[in-house]
């Protein structure tokens, strides 16, 4: 059995799974309690990302622009951002700046901590801490700006006078990018073990919050900056996403002595067995029956859903975190991930990933650098009976007439996916009935992949099997 | 007159007036009279405005149902305006697929002119139905120089089909305004005029300015080919390219949206002579008198007539249930430009009175038309930014406000009912069926059992006792 990795090769993107970095940056920064975003570039660079979100997070996000026009392009835009940074202290007073840059800042050349210092000079009443974060969306893609974030954060907020052996007895968790429910989800685990995590951001609540009156100044929820400043002293860090946060863990390692563990994306039974077996490296404590509970449930999941699922072929698209993580739920389910693509041009990830697979006995093509229409001429070749990724591969699964599972971001098209989680023993199993549920409305009676009859591998004789169009077929 | 949350950001007194008694106007810093419009936004300010690309890219050239969008750049702007503008057509190429020549830092530092031309060969290729490739700039290859007007030239030598550059990089004007601009003229540039078919045009009309937001042209398309007229081009919404090649043979011009697409129309005068008619497609006045002013210049008054009883003896009962029900609330409107002052007169009829208007874009000619029709008392503002939105729903308590999808949720926070008048909850809310649906929406939105509960449960009085504050709690 053997996986094979190719890149696609074309000039032009057509139908995109990424997105760009500023949204990356603006993300997180809402994890963090009474923090703003300033995004220095075009209006449109800061209106496009917020409507992203609120189309996924069906939630108000405001996020600031230092409106930089033809005038401005030319001259620079220093001035604009001393005046945002003046009209958001004096209009809002938050607890945190972020500056995030865009393709029109960072190819004008604007010094961005340059000016964040000269503005730190002339008001000495500001004491908040103001991050600059690189973002162009020429660079990498949207986990690269989130990324960048936690690097900043990591290098910038923790404070760095620790005596010998001073903890605070938490644990730095950095989930990367996920969804409000997963965050919930994870703090779930956290408090079922007893331990005291310190979330490097948190949004659980602030892009996922409720109806208060009066309307709070700032969202409830996020890590504070004061939080943000003790993660210096925890026990460890724990990184859930190797490319969103894994640098940031080995920042904290270096830099203040707190031990990196950089692990899967904790989706299905294996992965989440490691980060459970994490914590309890960690701090030595044991797994409660309420996680065994769980991870039984799980596990009976898999055995009342495996005669469904066993042999059917997915096609999977999205951030190679996310995918890392899937990959491992769907060989457990006894799927066959057919295909993985990912926009990332990171070929140390396709080798891992063609590793993987083999060692969880799929066969699988890894697709760097790809869009959703090569993804789609892929799936025409070799077809498959289920579609996994964000709202933007709907147009595939009408086409190919297959379903989708939605994970991921963005999910534009369904509500309230931004509070479910697929992390952790919960988000497994949740995961594994909605994949079966899909299936189940396909098709109802049909329990032999579709794909397997169309390829002709396993041609049964003589009785009649409804195909995929509903029409019976008489081999 | 200020607003509390200005007082960090004085300047945006001038963007700001009351219509005082006997019409005249109060504005913010107590000089001038018109708001300050079509200016830059302070820096920080959390503004809604788009930028020139989104104006370009997602409200004009988006729409040409059979042309490759190719947005020249790096994927964000491409990822972002792919998609959430439901501007239907009859296929739906245009609204599956987005294209992106990708610029990746290599590009940047050396140029990406190559990869554009490669782009557009490649795109080309993988979809050869496709009529045209429109090809988007943005702000990063806009600063490196690439030339791509000059690649679009070589491109097209190349694929045989005409290549449409359109200049709209994002920090190009103050908003999404200047977008439009470019889309207009870069369409009349290229393709308008380019095929000269042979027949009989005399009864022709082009519909410019409506974008068939969920399908709004199925609400008053008939009603025009009921006149007997035929429409050859829909600057845009369910229009192909070819249909853009001939538009310059039509015997008038029926302009909607006098914001977003007049200059199309003002330039077709100016080069072949068409009229051209200015008019509203929302509302049942509106549109009476948009049929009767088209049937008017074609001599077919009688016709019209007939049309628009037809049309209202059909409707009359559905708005006449409606407007009891939704007779004396007050409304916010925001939206883009025109939308704001199509839509006073159409409330109106619904029984509905507008109290605050406010315009992303709006320009003087846009901000007159909205202050001849608003109640004395009623507040105008230009580019309102995020506090001054919530203050105002605050302050105000508007019985619905009306604007888009990024506000829907500041205004669900703040327990105010919302109709989304951008992409719109259902719609179409276009002619004269379509304000039915539109009636029903804000009825669904007004009288949806939630506000009970949350008036009950979360809020120590209801909205009619903040309404008596008004704008007297606002400093002057």
């Known amino acids: ?475 | 007159m200020q607003f509390k949350c200005n007082q960090t950001l004085p300047e945006r007194a001038i963007h700001i007036a009351l219509k005082g008694p006997d019409g005249k106007c109060q504005r913010g810093d107590g000089t001038g009279c018109f708001i300050a419009n079509n200016v830059a936004t302070t820096p920080g300010d959390m503004t809604e405005r788009g930028c020139t690309y989104a104006g370009c890219r997602g409200v004009v050239g988006g729409p040409v149902k059979d042309a490759i969008q190719l947005t020249h750049g790096p994927i964000g702007c491409a990822f972002f305006s792919w998609g959430y503008r439901p501007h239907l057509a009859d296929s739906d190429f245009h609204m599956k697929y987005t294209f992106v020549s990708d610029m990746n830092e290599t590009n940047i530092v050396f140029g990406g002119e190559k990869k554009l031309l490669q782009s557009i060969i490649e795109a080309s290729a993988e979809f050869p139905d496709a009529k045209a490739v429109f090809v988007y700039n943005t702000c990063s290859t806009a600063l490196i120089g690439d030339d791509g007007r000059d690649v679009a030239k070589q491109a097209e030598a190349i694929i045989g089909k005409p290549v449409v550059f359109f200049e709209c990089e994002g920090f190009r004007g103050v908003s999404q305004s200047m977008g439009h601009h470019v889309g207009n003229e870069t369409i009349f540039r290229q393709l308008v005029g380019s095929i000269e078919p042979e027949g009989d045009f005399s009864r022709s009309i082009n519909i410019i300015g409506d974008y068939n937001i969920k399908n709004d042209i199925r609400t008053f398309e008939y009603l025009f080919e009921a006149l007997g007229l035929q429409i050859i081009a829909r600057f845009t919404g369910n229009v192909s390219v070819d249909d853009l090649k001939i538009m310059h043979k039509a015997a008038l011009n029926i302009v909607h949206c006098q914001r977003s697409a007049t200059y199309i129309a003002d330039m077709m005068k100016e080069k072949y002579g068409t009229p051209s008619i200015n008019v509203t497609l929302w509302g049942i006045r509106n549109m009476a008198q948009a049929l009767r002013a088209a049937a008017a210049f074609f001599g077919l008054e009688t016709r019209a007539e007939e049309v628009i009883a037809h049309e209202v003896t059909r409707i009359q009962p559905y708005i006449d249930a409606y407007r009891q029900r939704l007779h004396g609330k007050r409304v916010f409107i925001y939206q883009g430009g025109p939308r704001v002052w199509h839509w006073i007169e159409l409330l109106r009829e619904l029984g509905m009175e507008t109290e605050t208007a406010a315009t992303t874009f709006g320009h003087t000619d846009d901000y007159e038309k909205i202050f001849n029709q608003i109640p004395e008392g009623a507040l105008v503002i230009d580019n309102p930014n995020v506090p001054e939105i919530e203050e105002i729903l605050n302050r105000r308590r508007p019985d619905l406000f009306i604007s888009g999808n990024k506000e829907r949720y500041l205004a669900y926070k703040l327990g105010v009912p919302f109709v989304n008048g951008h992409t719109y909850d259902t719609g179409p809310y276009a002619g004269f069926v379509g304000m039915v649906n539109f009636a029903r929406d804000i009825d669904k939105a007004l009288h949806a059992p939630v506000w009970n509960i949350l008036h009950q449960r979360a809020r120590p009085a209801p909205a009619t006792h903040h309404a008596a504050h008004g704008f007297e709690e606002v400093e002057s």
């Open chain 1, 1 to 475: 059995m053997t996986s094979c990795l190719t890149m696609q090769d074309r000039a032009v993107a057509i139908n995109p799974t990424r997105s760009c970095a500023p949204i990356g940056a603006m993300l997180a920064n809402y994890g963090i309690h009474g923090a703003i975003t300033i995004n220095h570039g075009s209006q449109g660079c800061a209106t496009y990302p917020r409507h992203q979100m609120a189309r996924h997070f069906r939630e108000p996000v405001e996020v600031a622009t230092t409106s930089l026009t033809e005038k401005t392009t030319v001259y620079g835009g220093k001035q604009n951002l001393l005046a945002a940074l003046k009209n958001i202290w004096e209009r809002f007073h938050p607890t945190m700046i972020m500056v995030c840059s865009t393709c029109l800042s960072e190819t004008i050349g604007d010094d961005i901590p340059g000016i964040i210092d000269e503005f730190l000079d002339k008001r000495p009443e500001v004491t908040i801490p103001i991050l600059s974060v690189k973002t162009p969306s020429y660079i990498g893609n949207h986990t690269t700006g989130f990324d960048n974030f936690l690097k900043e954060i990591a290098l910038n907020l923790p404070d760095r006078r620790k005596k010998k052996g001073e903890t605070n007895g938490k644990i730095n968790i950095i989930p990367g990018w996920v969804n409000p429910g997963d965050i919930r989800e994870l703090k779930h685990m956290l408090r079922e073990m007893g331990l005291h995590g310190l979330w490097i951001t948190d949004y659980s609540e602030t892009l996922d919050g409720g109806y208060y009156h009066p309307r709070p100044h700032f969202p409830r929820g996020g890590t504070t900056v004061e939080e943000l400043r003790n993660s210096s002293k925890s026990l460890a860090t724990i990184a859930l996403q190797r490319h969103i946060g894994g640098e940031a863990a080995h920042i904290y390692e270096r830099r203040y002595n707190v031990p990196a563990h950089v692990l899967t994306m904790p989706i299905g039974l294996r992965n989440t067995d490691a980060f459970v077996n994490t914590l309890v490296e960690i701090t030595d404590h044991t797994i409660p029956e309420s996680l065994g509970v769980e991870r039984a449930r799980l596990l009976d999941a898999l055995v009342d859903t495996h005669m469904y699922t066993t042999g059917l072929r997915v096609a999977l698209y999205g951030d190679p975190d996310m995918l890392e993580g899937l990959v491992g739920l769907i060989a457990e389910m006894g799927m066959i991930p057919a295909h993985i693509l990912t926009a990332a041009d990171n070929r140390s990830w396709g080798e891992r990933m063609v590793e993987l697979t083999e060692e969880l006995e799929v066969e699988s093509e890894i697709i760097l650098k790809g869009d959703l229409h090569e993804l789609h001429k892929r799936i025409k070749q070799r077809p498959v009976d289920l579609l996994m990724g964000h709202s933007k591969g709907k147009f595939i699964a009408e086409a190919e007439n297959i379903p989708l599972v939605r994970v991921g971001f963005p999910v534009e098209d369904r509500f309230g996916y931004h509070r479910r989680s697929i992390v952790g023993y919960n988000g497994a199993t949740a995961l594994v009935d909605e994949i079966t549920n899909m299936i189940f409305e396909r098709r109802a009676t049909a329990i032999v992949s579709n794909t397997l009859l169309e390829t002709g591998l396993e041609r049964p004789t003589d009785i009649p099997i409804t195909l995929r169009n509903g029409a019976a077929h008489h081999p």
